[in-house]
């Protein structure tokens, strides 16, 4: 057994509150043994893998709340507010090759959790919802149209109730793509109005709003 003691104790403890959920969560910062899972989340432009490392990151950082159950804007923003306590407060952007420097105390938000349900004929409805982390986890990838998928919950046929996260890949892709055609606008606008974070930066080419998931990470 080593003789070293615990470390724990040199880690500062922090409390925020998530913009979404409105939970107040306790954080210590990031240790050294997390710094390349952190250059992953920062570089890498596969958004899935990106995703996936920072819901890691949080669970070993975040006290008392359940990660899975926050949904992306609430992990972004915990995530950041992880890495100003441990790195620094400021987030380099780029945009067309130019690195542009952010604050991350001036990133804002908009938009809450929200639900929907969207009548398709008398007999069937279907019922959206802001996914959570334990939703976009399943997802073989986070192309748009997986994306907005991931936002419906339920299909209710009849008396019937069908819950989607029930359902293996395959089975849940033949229902939604026999779904009619009609309702694709309204899923897409449900998508848009999902809880983001934002910011106006200045570039070469005028001010331009960065904003959406995952954006502060793999914008380009």
């Not at 897409?188 to 983001?196: L, V």
């Amino acid at each position: 057994m080593s003789d070293l003691p615990s470390l724990n104790f040199l880690l500062p403890e922090y409390e925020t509150t998530l913009p979404f959920s409105g939970f107040s969560v306790k954080f210590t910062p990031f240790r050294v043994k997390d710094a390349k899972s952190i250059s992953i989340v920062l570089q890498e432009e596969n958004k899935k893998l990106s995703f996936n490392m920072m819901v890691e990151l949080i669970k070993n950082n975040a006290k008392d709340v359940n990660v899975l159950d926050l949904c992306a804007g609430d992990l972004e923003f915990l995530f950041l507010q992880i890495r100003s306590k441990s790195v620094d407060e400021r987030l380099n952007l780029i945009y067309n090759q130019e690195k542009i420097q952010v604050y991350i105390f001036d990133i804002k938000h908009r938009n809450n959790n929200t639900s929907k349900t969207i009548k398709v004929n008398d007999d069937t409805h279907i019922v959206l919802e802001t996914p959570k982390a334990k939703d976009l986890l399943k997802l073989d990838s986070f192309e748009k149209d997986n994306l907005v998928k991931s936002c419906i919950k339920k299909i209710i046929v009849k008396n019937e109730i069908y819950h989607l996260n029930k359902f293996i890949t395959k089975d849940l892709q033949i229902l939604i793509d026999n779904l009619p055609l009609s309702i694709l606008p309204e899923l897409e606008d449900f998508w848009k109005t999902q809880p983001e974070l934002y910011v106006t930066i200045a570039t070469k080419d005028g001010d331009k709003e960065v904003s959406g998931f995952l954006n502060f990470f793999t914008y380009r």
